[in-house]
């Protein structure tokens, strides 16, 4: 793949040096900025680290911020023989931070990144320093009709037919989920738009769907495993706008933490780091 900066990229938004990590079978493309202890960020569907950029602005004087790219998002390679499943981004994770040799963690997930970015915590929990959880979960939905509705509709034929044509997700849905459209103006969202290009290129963004209900067994796993990270220091930071990710997702967490922090945002929506990114520097920087 190329390393230069693709044209529809806004360099004043996204001033990062690019960083690519050889995977094999792919090359996956992260965000490695600044000093100090590390600050990973692991991002959902069907955004990419530019959805971090705010943070890492604002850390990164302070902090050495990481932010990668799943593969099929951003910068990463879009691979359509790739499966794509959640199970394997997260083993692409731990990858790339086993090669960077870091410890003392400040880890912020956010959407499909809780479960990628907790699955590296759970097996390595002594790396962790603290936990940022922004508007996600990490359990087995498929007893609720909520999720698989929504599973079924956006990963099932159609929507897969609807994103790989039309790219659906990020024109329509990624507007839905923000608490005021005007934190999403036409420039910044062409940065989650123009990442996929071709409907060669959109198989992940319909994958991801599909997998809240298919891949259940490996949430679930990674739920019964939470006595391992449960109590990290946890500050949850909610966006109470969110279509996706509710009130009662948000208690479940807490119910099942020790003594969390946690910060309810009555303004934003599933991208608190979008529509918040102040108060999460601010809370990270304590």
């Not at 950029?53 to 390679?77: N, T």
Request: overall charge positive; hydrophobic content about 40%; aromatic content about 14%.
């Amino acid at each position: 793949m190329s390393k230069t900066s693709p044209q529809w990229l806004d360099k004043t938004e996204y001033p990062f040096k690019s960083h690519y990590f050889d995977l094999g079978f792919a090359t996956m493309h992260y965000v490695d900025e600044g000093v100090g202890e590390p600050v990973v960020m692991v991002h959902g569907n069907p955004v990419w680290s530019f959805v971090y950029r705010k943070l890492i602005k604002g850390l990164s004087q302070h902090y050495r911020c990481i932010a990668p790219d799943h593969i099929g998002f951003g910068l990463s390679s879009k691979q359509a023989d790739w499966d794509y499943l959640p199970i394997n981004h997260a083993a692409n994770l731990d990858k790339l931070l086993n090669s960077l040799n870091i410890n003392n963690i400040t880890l912020v997930v956010n959407d499909w990144g809780g479960p990628t970015g907790l699955s590296y915590a759970i097996k390595y929990p002594e790396k962790i320093k603290r936990l940022i959880v922004l508007n996600t979960w990490m359990w087995n939905v498929d007893n609720d009709p909520y999720y698989i509705k929504f599973s079924n509709l956006m990963g099932g034929t159609v929507g897969a037919f609807l994103n790989r044509n039309f790219n659906v997700f990020g024109k329509v849905i990624l507007k839905q989920v923000f608490a005021d459209k005007k934190n999403l103006p036409p420039a910044i969202h062409q940065h989650y738009l123009k990442q996929f290009n071709s409907p060669a290129e959109r198989k992940g963004v319909y994958v991801f769907p599909r997998e809240i209900v298919a891949s259940g067994a490996w949430l679930e796993g990674l739920w019964n495993q939470r006595d391992k990270i449960n109590k990290i220091p946890t500050t949850f930071i909610w966006g109470m706008k969110d279509i996706a990710f509710r009130q009662q997702e948000l208690d479940k967490w807490v119910a099942n933490w020790t003594n969390p922090k946690v910060i309810t945002l009555q303004t934003a929506g599933h991208y608190p780091q979008e529509e918040a990114a102040d108060l999460i520097v601010g809370e990270i920087k304590g």
